[in-house]
């Protein structure tokens, strides 16, 4: 078969490989020599994650060292391309390298348990190379460098009593954002990511949880509350009773605010590039744009309490110890994952990597990149 001299030489543009791997999975930067490998290696793991091919395994690392009760119960993961990032009951983060699956730095905060014997608990971490940045629920914020000497700078100092708990943190490279429970009208934090400085504090999103934030000091509780933030500059939080949508570059007027006679399971929000999924107290799973609330799919999960995130192109939930995988562009269900981890504590997922630590404390991970 012969292919035209035009179509030859267009088809060996790497920027036309750039600008299509930019559009269909949002990528910035590739992690191959040229734009056509990156592409062509998206396209496999795309193809992998919805045909179920992956590897799993467990990762290893010296649990000794702990001095609280339920220490090493893992409280939120963060993947990177690189990295998965760990954080624990005793405000310990852990490390691992991606692709050698090892356990290579551990973070610690710079003081003991204050407020509670939680309140050093790692709330959330964020992973911008070469940084890495969580926040315990005491509000400390720490900023350490992934390939230095491991030791965690306080870049902010927390204010209990004025902001309440610090029951999730996430972010990008722009900024930093904290949802915090317990005082009235402190719910939504923001921070400037290149300047470490506050910006934006306001929000009544978590009044009605006041008290549950404050045992979340002294009590492994469940959910008050979650906040994750989109690749366009904007962070979509929840409660157990309603979410709201909100412009980092402009917070003092949010683009959403919604509440739910049906109620929401707090574990189940999570965003991609430009949505975010939620799904009701009913099992029902909705997917919508952030800026629009355009809804993409709904379907139902038939589940009942369950864990959840998501990537570019599928949903997956986590109840009673199985993974399920739903597609976004039309809901459809796909399959369930083999394993049968027990319950769950945490859970990320990106377009290559699914990760999920079991209450046992073990930390597993799938690897759908193309072999």
């Known amino acids: 078969m012969k292919v035209c001299s035009t179509w030859q030489a267009v088809s060996r543009s790497d920027p036309l490989w750039h600008r299509l791997t930019s559009v269909i999975w949002g990528r910035t930067h590739r992690m191959h020599t040229t734009w056509h490998e990156e592409y062509v290696y998206r396209h496999q793991t795309s193809q992998n994650f919805r045909l179920g091919r992956s590897v799993h395994v467990t990762l290893h690392f010296d649990p000794t060292g702990v001095d609280i009760p339920d220490g090493l119960t893992c409280r939120c993961l963060t993947l990177s391309d690189t990295h998965l990032a760990c954080g624990f009951a005793d405000g310990t983060v852990r490390l691992f390298d991606l692709a050698t699956r090892l356990h290579v730095a551990t973070f610690h905060p710079q003081h003991g348990d204050r407020f509670g014997r939680f309140s ?52 990008c490279g722009r900024w930093w954002v904290g949802l915090y429970a317990g005082v ?15 910006v ?64 929401f399971i707090v574990n189940s929000l999570d965003t991609n590039n430009e949505a975010f999924i939620i799904v009701d107290n009913r099992g029902r799973a909705i997917v919508r744009r952030a800026d629009t609330l355009e809804e993409l799919c709904r379907f139902n999960t038939r589940l009942g309490n369950l864990m959840g995130c998501m990537n570019l192109g599928y949903a997956l939930l986590c109840a009673a110890g199985v993974i399920r995988v739903w597609g976004i562009e039309h809901g459809q269900y796909l399959y369930s994952f083999g394993e049968n981890i027990g319950a769950v504590n945490a859970m990320a997922g990106d377009d290559r990597h699914v990760a999920a630590a079991s209450s046992n404390s073990t930390i597993h991970l799938w690897d759908f990149g193309a072999q």
Not at 141 to 170: K, M, P, W
Not at 187 to 193: L, Q, R, S
Request: with cysteine; aromatic share 6%; net charge negative.
């Open 120 to 171: 050093r608990a790692v709330a959330g971490i964020i992973i911008t190379d070469p940084r890495i940045i969580f926040a315990t629920l005491d509000g400390d914020i720490y900023v350490a460098i992934i390939e230095g000497q491991h030791q965690a700078r306080r870049a902010h100092i927390g204010n209990i009593v004025d902001d309440g708990s610090l029951v999730d943190f996430t972010g």
């Open 184 to 198: 009235p009208g402190r719910a939504i934090h923001i921070w400037d990511g290149n300047t470490e400085e506050l």
């Open 200 to 263: 934006y504090v306001n929000t009544t999103l978590t009044d009605r949880e006041s008290l549950r934030g404050w045992h979340m000091l002294t009590e492994l509780t469940e959910a008050v509350g979650r906040v994750r933030v989109t690749s366009q500059e904007s962070a979509v939080a929840c409660t157990s009773n309603k979410y709201m949508v909100l412009d980092l570059r402009n917070p003092a007027f949010p683009l959403h605010d919604r509440e739910s006679a049906r109620g």
